[in-house]
């Protein structure tokens, strides 16, 4: 799959990882760690990079942005199986145990028809100014 790499795409990048490098920088600062001068100053030659020359970073966003759709597929699973496995199957399970049937499945052979009737209001031409 080819990732597009517009010029307002990678200054847009650019942009957001000077920014996470810098508060990255401020992190360390804040809890006394050697390495902050280094982590902003490679934030600010990533932003300046980003200003002048944004085609340079071609390489490394098209890396990133292969390992965002990895991660993006596999996020999407998990938050899938998670609700799925958490939220469903135990309501379910306590469906069943209460002998609900919330979608009316039964069948009832000594029913004519399964048709709900719907009561019959009068027309009024204000309900259908405001229908939600």
Same mark, same amino acid.
């Given at each position: 799959? &080819?990732?597009?790499?517009?010029?307002?795409?990678?200054?847009?990048?650019?942009?957001?990882?000077?920014?996470?490098?810098?508060?990255?920088?401020?992190?360390?600062?804040?809890?006394?760690?050697?390495?902050?001068?280094?982590?902003?100053?490679?934030?600010?030659?990533?932003?300046?990079?980003?200003?002048?020359?944004?085609?340079?970073?071609?390489?490394?966003?098209?890396?990133?942005?292969?390992?965002?759709?990895?991660?993006?597929?596999?996020?999407?699973?998990?938050?899938?199986?998670?609700?799925?496995?958490?939220?469903?199957?135990?309501?379910?399970?306590?469906?069943?145990?209460?002998?609900?049937?919330?979608?009316?499945?039964?069948?009832?052979?000594?029913?004519?028809?399964?048709?709900?009737?719907? &009561?019959?209001?009068?027309?009024?031409?204000? &309900?259908?100014?405001?229908?939600?």
């Amino acid at each position: 799959m &080819e990732i597009e790499s517009s010029e307002k795409d990678l200054k847009r990048f650019s942009r957001a990882m000077a920014i996470a490098l810098g508060g990255l920088s401020i992190v360390f600062f804040l809890k006394h760690n050697t390495l902050y001068p280094a982590v902003m100053i490679f934030a600010g030659v990533w932003w300046i990079t980003g200003i002048i020359s944004s085609r340079v970073l071609v390489p490394v966003y098209r890396a990133w942005m292969a390992c965002a759709m990895v991660l993006s597929w596999i996020n999407t699973r998990v938050i899938l199986l998670i609700v799925f496995y958490l939220i469903f199957t135990p309501v379910g399970l306590v469906m069943r145990l209460l002998k609900k049937d919330l979608l009316d499945r039964k069948i009832d052979k000594k029913k004519e028809s399964y048709w709900i009737k719907k &009561e019959c209001n009068a027309f009024d031409p204000v &309900e259908y100014e405001r229908m939600y």
